[in-house]
């Protein structure tokens, strides 16, 4: 069974910074990941997915992840943060078989002026 | 293109009775899964359906039944409410049960009281 773990419950930065969400995963099998990410009383939008290829995936709003297999981790970043990336960020992974995520517990982002 | 559409937004029940949540898929996809979301947490999968039939289920008693029609739109049905149900209920929909492809919709808040 696959599980995800979100390293960070809050994290908070200053407006320009960079910032890395960190994730951690399990699973025995090949994976797919994903970032999802939740504004305030919406639900979930995808930042970004790997499913195969290359390691390093680029998202939306300017948001990147790197894929590591040695160290099953899923890492997030973004060089430089907006106020309007405060939200709640969720890593998750789905097996090979495409059948459905499992997320992890959730990081806020805390964008400090 | 409409996206996911769920209803009723927001939703107060009293402990012991049943709630029925609705949910309408994008257009074009044909799989609906139905996740859970407690406050402070990350979403919890309860369960899929396609080809209007439970296909997998997550850790989730009795209690909790769901519907998919011939129009893919899903029901999911609560009984015997707990004031531990109070959650964001959130519907995803794919194709085929690829849950790589899943969109989200904005999810009902439940409310037991």
């Known amino acids: 069974a696959q599980s995800v773990t979100q390293l960070d419950s809050q994290v908070p930065v200053f407006e320009e910074a960079p910032v890395e969400l960190r994730c951690n995963y399990s699973?025995?099998?090949?994976?797919?990941l994903f970032w999802y990410v939740q504004y305030p009383n919406q639900g979930l939008q995808l930042l970004l997915k790997y499913l195969s290829g290359s390691t390093l995936v680029k998202g939306i709003n300017g948001f990147e992840a790197e894929f590591n297999k040695s160290q099953t981790s899923f890492h997030l970043r973004k060089p430089s943060v907006h106020i309007s990336d405060t939200a709640e960020y969720f890593c998750a992974v789905s097996d090979n078989r495409d059948d459905k995520i499992i997320f992890g517990k959730g990081t806020r982002l805390h964008i400090l002026p | 293109d409409a996206g996911v559409t769920q209803s009723p937004t927001h939703l107060i029940k009293t402990r012991g009775q049943q709630v029925t949540l609705r949910c309408s898929p994008k257009?074009?996809?044909?799989?609906v899964s139905w996740y859970q979301q407690a406050l402070g947490q990350g979403p919890q999968f309860i369960f899929q359906y396609y080809e209007e039939e439970e296909r997998q289920r997550g850790n989730f008693p009795d209690r909790f039944s769901g519907h998919q029609f011939p129009n893919y739109s899903s029901e999911l049905n609560v009984n015997a409410l707990l004031l531990g149900d109070s959650a964001l209920y959130l519907c995803?929909?794919?194709?085929?049960?690829?849950?790589?492809?899943?969109?989200f919709g904005s999810g009902t808040r439940l409310t037991v009281v």
């Open positions: 995803a929909s794919s194709l085929r049960r690829g849950a790589s492809g899943y969109t």
């Open positions: 699973s025995s099998v090949s994976v797919y």
């Open positions: 257009s074009g996809h044909d799989t």
